[in-house]
Protein backbone atom coordinates (compact mmCIF):
# COMPACT_ATOMS: atom_id res chain seq x y z
CA UNK A 1 0.00 0.00 0.00
CA UNK A 2 0.92 3.67 -0.56
CA UNK A 3 2.93 5.49 2.20
CA UNK A 4 2.55 9.35 2.55
CA UNK A 5 4.53 11.94 3.50
CA UNK A 6 3.55 15.62 3.95
CA UNK A 7 5.41 18.54 3.46
CA UNK A 8 5.32 22.76 3.71
CA UNK A 9 3.96 23.32 6.97
CA UNK A 10 5.23 26.48 8.59
CA UNK A 11 4.39 29.80 10.11
CA UNK A 12 2.36 32.53 8.36
CA UNK A 13 0.58 35.52 9.51
CA UNK A 14 -3.11 35.65 9.27
CA UNK A 15 -4.28 36.58 5.52
CA UNK A 16 -1.53 34.89 4.28
CA UNK A 17 -0.83 31.50 1.99
CA UNK A 18 0.90 28.17 2.22
CA UNK A 19 0.94 25.67 0.12
CA UNK A 20 1.18 21.80 1.27
CA UNK A 21 2.10 19.05 -0.38
CA UNK A 22 1.69 15.56 0.62
CA UNK A 23 3.73 12.83 -1.91
CA UNK A 24 3.04 8.98 -1.78
CA UNK A 25 5.23 5.74 -2.49
CA UNK A 26 5.13 2.43 -2.40
CA UNK A 27 1.40 1.76 -4.25
CA UNK A 28 -1.22 2.54 -6.57
CA UNK A 29 -1.82 6.06 -6.32
CA UNK A 30 -5.00 6.40 -8.41
CA UNK A 31 -6.63 3.45 -6.28
CA UNK A 32 -7.11 6.48 -3.79
CA UNK A 33 -9.27 9.77 -3.10
CA UNK A 34 -7.34 11.71 -1.17
CA UNK A 35 -7.95 13.49 1.52
CA UNK A 36 -6.48 16.30 4.04
CA UNK A 37 -7.42 16.52 7.59
CA UNK A 38 -6.65 18.79 10.38
CA UNK A 39 -5.99 18.52 14.38
CA UNK A 40 -5.67 21.49 16.71
CA UNK A 41 -4.20 20.66 20.02
CA UNK A 42 -7.00 19.59 22.81
CA UNK A 43 -9.54 18.76 19.53
CA UNK A 44 -10.47 15.65 17.34
CA UNK A 45 -8.89 15.60 14.24
CA UNK A 46 -11.32 17.01 11.49
CA UNK A 47 -12.39 16.90 7.73
CA UNK A 48 -10.44 19.72 5.85
CA UNK A 49 -11.05 18.62 2.24
CA UNK A 50 -11.42 15.68 -0.49
CA UNK A 51 -10.64 15.04 -4.11
CA UNK A 52 -11.95 11.72 -6.18
CA UNK A 53 -8.88 9.29 -7.97
CA UNK A 54 -8.57 11.39 -10.45
CA UNK A 55 -8.84 14.97 -9.47
CA UNK A 56 -12.70 15.40 -11.08
CA UNK A 57 -14.48 16.65 -7.85
CA UNK A 58 -13.39 17.72 -4.49
CA UNK A 59 -15.79 19.06 -1.61
CA UNK A 60 -14.58 20.97 1.18
CA UNK A 61 -15.49 21.48 4.97
CA UNK A 62 -17.38 24.72 5.08
CA UNK A 63 -14.96 26.38 7.24
CA UNK A 64 -12.14 26.49 4.81
CA UNK A 65 -14.83 26.31 1.46
CA UNK A 66 -13.36 29.23 -1.00
CA UNK A 67 -10.57 29.61 0.78
CA UNK A 68 -8.36 25.81 0.55
CA UNK A 69 -7.92 24.22 -2.70
CA UNK A 70 -6.71 20.64 -3.28
CA UNK A 71 -5.32 19.29 -6.67
CA UNK A 72 -3.53 16.24 -7.21
CA UNK A 73 -1.06 15.37 -9.65
CA UNK A 74 -1.06 11.57 -10.67
CA UNK A 75 2.10 11.75 -12.91
CA UNK A 76 4.00 12.89 -9.70
CA UNK A 77 1.69 10.78 -6.67
CA UNK A 78 0.86 14.10 -5.17
CA UNK A 79 -1.53 16.14 -3.96
CA UNK A 80 -1.14 19.88 -2.93
CA UNK A 81 -3.09 21.79 -0.58
CA UNK A 82 -3.59 25.50 -0.99
CA UNK A 83 -4.63 27.37 1.96
CA UNK A 84 -5.51 31.15 1.36
CA UNK A 85 -6.90 33.95 3.65
CA UNK A 86 -5.34 32.00 6.52
CA UNK A 87 -6.78 32.43 9.96
CA UNK A 88 -5.33 31.79 13.89
CA UNK A 89 -7.64 28.95 13.92
CA UNK A 90 -6.37 27.13 11.23
CA UNK A 91 -3.55 26.64 13.12
CA UNK A 92 -3.27 23.08 13.45
CA UNK A 93 -0.82 19.86 12.40
CA UNK A 94 -2.64 18.93 9.05
CA UNK A 95 -2.66 15.13 7.48
CA UNK A 96 -3.29 14.12 4.27
CA UNK A 97 -4.68 10.57 3.56
CA UNK A 98 -5.81 8.16 1.48
CA UNK A 99 -9.22 6.21 1.10
CA UNK A 100 -11.16 3.87 -1.01
CA UNK A 101 -14.06 5.83 -0.21
CA UNK A 102 -15.02 9.24 -0.99
CA UNK A 103 -16.43 10.17 2.49
CA UNK A 104 -15.27 13.16 5.18
CA UNK A 105 -15.12 10.57 8.26
CA UNK A 106 -11.14 10.04 9.59
CA UNK A 107 -12.30 6.08 9.98
CA UNK A 108 -12.95 5.95 6.31
CA UNK A 109 -9.46 6.58 5.70
CA UNK A 110 -7.03 3.63 6.47
CA UNK A 111 -3.56 5.24 5.26
CA UNK A 112 -2.05 8.53 6.85
CA UNK A 113 0.74 10.98 6.89
CA UNK A 114 2.87 12.02 9.92
CA UNK A 115 1.52 15.62 9.61
CA UNK A 116 2.82 19.00 8.86
CA UNK A 117 2.39 21.83 11.62
CA UNK A 118 0.85 25.45 10.16
CA UNK A 119 0.84 28.19 12.73
CA UNK A 120 -1.20 31.49 11.51
CA UNK A 121 0.05 34.05 13.87
CA UNK A 122 -2.69 37.03 14.48
Known amino acids: QVQLMESGGGLVQTGGSLRLSCTAS????????MAWFRQAPGKEREFVGV????????NYADSVNGRFTISRDNAKNAVDLQMNILKPEDTAVYYC???????????????WGQGTQVTVSS
Open 26 to 33: GGSFTSYH
Open 51 to 58: ITRFGMRA
Open 97 to 111: AAGTSYMSRVQDYGI
